[in-house]
Structures are given as C-alpha cells and as structure tokens.
Nanobody
Framework: QVQLVESGGGLVQAGGSLRLSCAAS????????MGWYRQAPGKQRELVAT???????DYPDSVKGRFTISRDNAKNSVYLQMNSLKPEDTAVYYC??????????????WGQGTQVTVSS
C-alpha cells in the first residue's frame, strides 16, 4: 500500500501563488508517473499536470505557463508551483501516483485532496 499526504493549499488572491506538495510513503517499489488533478464543485475531476519518472511534463492549456510540476524521486514527492492564480483555479487538488508493485502490478493512488481557493 502507498499513502499520499498533500499540503500547501489555502486561500490566495487572484494573481497570487501557492505551492502544493505531496509525499508518498508505505511499501514503495517503483513510482512511475506522478501528477495533480483538481475538482471544482459540480464539475468532473480534471488533469492539472503530470510528470514521468524521467521528468517529462504535460499540462492542459488552462494552466500552461502558470503552473509547474516537479518531483524529487529520492523523497518520493511531487510538487506543484502555481503562479498567476485565477478564481477559476479554485478547486480541491488531488495528488496522483502510478505505482508498480514488486510483483509487477500497476496501481493508482490518490491523496486526500487539498483545497485551493482564489479570491477575485
């Protein structure tokens, strides 16, 4: 089992910045992709950013140029630097990890979510 603990959410004014962190712990064999998703009230969960084990990143157009994802493999951690925040970025942000077990199975794990609120 892998547990994910997120931190860094909060309330910020439009144009401000926040940095989210997510640390994985437990029985970790190999973490492949890591990422962040978000879900606003009444909307589906959507991808915010992903990063592969080799450091290749991907973002949707809605956050490209404003958000930066990074990871520290030694710490089994992933980060999301969010700049120039907009009210429409308000959502619960979830950390995601694709983990390969020692037996070769692939499993998705999710954090508990952290609230990000951007005021206008």
């Amino acid at each position: 089992q892998v547990q994910l603990v997120e931190s860094g959410g909060g309330l910020v004014q439009a144009g401000g910045s926040l940095r989210l962190s997510c640390a994985a712990s437990g029985t970790i064999f190999s973490i492949n992709a890591m990422g962040w998703y978000r879900q606003a009230p009444g909307k589906q969960r959507e991808l915010v950013a992903t990063i592969t084990s080799g450091g290749i990143t991907d973002y949707p157009d809605s956050v490209k140029g404003r958000f930066t994802i990074s990871r520290d493999n030694a710490k089994n951690s992933v980060y999301l630097q969010m700049n120039s925040l907009k009210p429409e970025d308000t959502a619960v942000y979830y950390c995601h990890v694709l983990h390969e077990s020692a037996k070769g199975g692939w499993y998705n794990y999710w954090g508990q979510g952290t609230q990000v609120t951007v005021s206008s």
